[in-house]
């Protein structure tokens, strides 16, 4: 497999995982960070990070727009939910 291959593969299970977040909104981003360790903001900024290591201008909310489909805030506002007790717990627990 060329490189360049590889790189287009890789872009296509991105897209293909960004569209699966995209479409699963009930999937909170602390569930994300508790059982993966990641979540979309951290996806955002991997992105926002990538697009400067190719000196292309693009700063975290440009960054999270792209990844939640929408501006941070109105993703926010349409399908954060009040974290339980017990994810919040579970987080505190593994950034302790």
Not at 65 to 89: F, T
């Amino acid at each position: 497999m060329t490189s360049s291959t590889q790189t287009e593969i890789e872009a296509a299970a991105f897209r293909q995982l960004i569209k699966h977040l995209q479409e699963h909104p009930e999937v909170q981003n602390i569930d994300l960070m508790n059982l993966a360790g990641f979540c979309r903001n951290c996806l955002a900024k991997w992105f926002a990070a990538a697009a400067t290591e190719q000196a292309v201008p693009m700063d975290y909310e440009q960054a999270r727009a792209h990844i939640y489909g929408m501006p941070y805030q109105d993703w926010k506002n349409q399908y954060q939910k009040q974290a339980s007790p017990e994810a919040l717990s579970q987080f505190d627990n593994k950034t302790s």
